[in-house]
C-alpha cells in the first residue's frame, strides 16, 4: 500500500514536571492515572503507523485547576518544554501551546510568546472553563487575537462529568463536552465573529454531526435558542474541522462525512491516551481499501492537515 505520511493533529505529551503537579493537586484524567510517555515511545509510535509528524499538546486537564499565577508558570513552562521537543524533533513533531485562561489579558500575551517567539504551530483550548463554554463573550478578547493571526485552534474535551455510572469520564462524558462547545460557538455566533479561527473538534465532534437536525428544529421549540435554517446549520458544522481520534469506526467516519464532507476531516491518534493497540486498529480502518477511496484516504490521513500546517508539506 502506497505510504499516507500522516499528520496526527491529536497526539499528547505529558511533560514530567506537569504529571507531578497535575497529580499532587488531584486534578489527574478521567482514568485516573497518565499513561507512560516519551518522546521515544511517541517516535516509535509514529513509525510503526505511518505517522510523519505529529501535532503535540499537553494532555487534560491543561492549567486551568492552578491558581492564576501558577497556572501562567506552568503554561510557560509546557509551552517552552513543547518548543524544545519541536526543535530537538522539526520534522516529526510540531506543538499547540497551552494557554492560561483566569485572564483574557493573561492568555493573549501566552499566545503571543508561544507564537511569535516559540514558533508553535497553534493553539490548545478546551471545550470550557469553569463551567463556561467556549462561544461564551467573556472569551471574546483571546477569540479576537486567534481571528487576527488566523490561529489554527485544536480543541479538548474539558473533563468528564459526573454522570452516576461507572464508566470512565473519556468513554462518553468527553464527546457530549465537545458537542456543548461547539454548539455554543455556533449558536452564540462566535464562529461569524471570529470566522478565521480555524477550529479543531476532537473525536469527530462528539454527537455534533448527529444532532444536525435536532440543532434547527430547536428553535421551533424554544424561543431561547436562534432561529437557524438547516442549511445554515450545515453551514456551521463545516465551519470545524474534525479528528479522528478514538472515532476511527467505519459507520461513525461515514456519518460524519456525509454531514461535513471528507474535505473537513484530519487524522488524529490520541496517543498516549489511546494506547497503541487502538491507534492500530484505527489505522488499519482508515486504510481497509473498502472503506474509503485513495483520495479520501490520501485526504484524511495528510492533505486536509496541510492546509492547516503547510510546514509538513
Not at 494557554?99 to 501566552?110: D, I, L, T
Not at 424561543?223 to 437557524?228: A, L, N, Q
Amino acid at each position: 500500500m502506497v505510504s499516507q505520511r500522516r499528520i496526527d493533529s491529536h497526539h499528547h505529551i505529558v511533560p514530567p514536571f506537569y504529571e507531578e503537579a497535575a497529580m499532587a493537586a488531584g486534578s489527574g484524567p478521567t482514568r485516573g492515572k497518565f499513561p507512560t510517555w516519551s518522546l521515544q515511545r511517541g517516535i516509535d509510535l509514529m513509525d510503526a503507523n505511518d505517522i510523519q509528524a505529529s501535532i503535540a499538546s499537553v494532555s487534560f486537564p491543561g492549567v486551568h485547576f492552578f491558581s492564576p499565577s501558577k497556572a501562567r508558570a506552568m503554561a510557560r513552562r509546557c509551552n517552552e518544554f513543547a518548543a524544545d521537543l519541536v526543535s530537538r524533533s522539526a520534522t516529526r513533531y510540531g506543538a499547540f501551546a497551552t494557554v492560561p485562561m483566569h485572564n483574557p489579558k493573561h492568555a493573549v500575551e501566552e499566545i503571543d510568546y508561544a507564537l511569535d517567539q516559540l514558533k508553535l504551530d497553534g493553539i490548545c483550548l478546551f471545550t470550557s472553563y469553569a463551567e463556561t463554554y467556549l462561544g461564551d463573550k467573556s472569551f471574546d478578547p483571546v477569540m479576537k487575537e486567534l481571528n487576527r493571526r488566523k490561529a489554527v485552534v485544536y480543541t479538548h474535551p474539558a473533563h468528564g462529568r459526573e454522570s452516576g455510572l461507572a464508566y470512565p469520564g473519556f468513554m462518553l462524558e468527553y464527546t457530549f463536552d465537545t458537542t456543548r462547545a461547539a454548539a455554543n460557538l455556533m449558536f452564540s455566533g462566535a464562529i461569524e465573529r471570529f470566522p478565521d479561527v480555524q477550529i479543531i473538534l476532537s473525536h469527530a465532534g462528539g454527537a455534533l454531526p448527529y444532532l444536525a437536525w435536532r440543532l434547527h428544529v430547536a428553535s421551533a421549540i424554544s424561543s431561547r435558542i436562534p432561529e437557524w435554517s438547516y442549511a445554515k446549520v450545515l453551514k456551521g458544522l463545516r465551519h470545524f474541522w474534525y479528528d479522528t481520534a478514538l472515532s476511527g469506526g467505519p459507520q461513525q467516519l461515514d456519518f460524519l462525512m456525509s454531514v461535513v464532507g471528507p474535505e473537513r476531516v484530519v487524522f488524529g491518534s490520541d496517543w498516549p491516551f489511546g494506547t497503541a493497540p487502538v491507534v492500530k486498529e484505527m489505522v488499519a480502518n482508515l486504510s481497509s481499501p473498502g472503506f474509503l477511496t485513495a483520495k479520501k484516504r490520501a485526504a484524511i490521513s495528510r492533505g486536509n492537515a496541510l492546509a492547516l500546517f503547510p510546514r509538513f508539506a
